[in-house]
């Protein structure tokens, strides 16, 4: 089982706000960061650290993080952002890496 | 641009050991800042974090894995691979190679294409 927990989906509706949580006791001490995967392909780091995005990641993706959940927002969700999220980081330990088990975001 | 290629045996037998191999290309396997890892994706399920390996020697293991996984890393070749002894079918699933670097969390930021890797007789 996996130490951070997610919801398994999530929908929105086209152009509207919408939050994918992950929650953990270990984010209380590490940062949490996001990861898309669309059908058929390798993940894509969309979020790191306090909110920092890799170069070529819209700006509609934001991240927060307040005690033991971390956050992902995506503001104005396209259709191109359908795909499954996933966070990850440390364990309580620190000493080990963990996956959440991932939420399915539907853009309706 | 970094990229990294798994390459190996797209079949397994069951109690045999799976061996894939990352070379990476874009980049030195010999910095300092990086650790070189893999993460595995079961047919329609999610991600399993495997092991991770520094040049230098450090890791960062799964324990339910730890005992059945080694991961080295050929710092001539720009290379690194994985070995996994004992499969079952429940080890069948698609095998990233990967790149990452440990903050005050984790950041996988590079990732390879993916190699699926099935086990069966």
């Known amino acids: 089982s996996s130490e951070l927990t997610q919801d398994p989906a999530v929908s929105v509706a086209l152009g509207q706000t919408v939050r994918i949580t992950c929650q953990g006791d270990?984010?209380?001490?590490?940062?949490a960061s996001w990861y898309q995967q669309k059908p058929g392909q390798a993940p894509v780091l969309v979020i790191y650290g306090y909110n920092n995005r890799p170069s070529g990641i819209p700006d509609r993706f934001s991240g927060s993080s307040s005690g033991n959940t971390a956050s992902l927002t995506i503001t104005g969700a396209q259709a191109a952002d359908e795909a499954d999220y996933y966070c990850n980081s440390r364990d309580s330990s620190g000493n080990h890496v963990v996956f959440g088990g991932g939420t399915k975001l539907t853009v309706l | 641009q970094l990229q990294l290629q798994e390459s190996g045996p797209g079949l397994v037998k069951p109690s045999e050991t799976l061996s894939l191999t990352c070379t990476v290309s874009g980049g030195s396997i010999s910095s300092s800042s990086y650790y070189w890892g893999w993460i595995r994706q079961p047919p329609g399920k999610g991600l399993e974090w495997i092991g991770s390996r520094h040049y230098s020697g450090s890791t960062y293991d799964n324990p339910s894995l730890k005992s059945r996984v080694t991961i080295s890393v050929d710092t001539s070749k720009n290379q690194f691979s994985l070995k996994l002894s004992s499969v079952t079918a429940a080890d069948t699933a698609v095998y990233y190679c990967?790149?990452?670097?440990?903050?005050?969390?984790?950041?996988?930021?590079?990732w390879g294409q993916g190699a699926l890797v099935t086990v069966s007789s």
């Open positions: 990967v790149r990452l670097y440990l903050p005050r969390g984790v950041v996988v930021d590079s």
């Open positions: 270990s984010l209380r001490s590490y940062y």
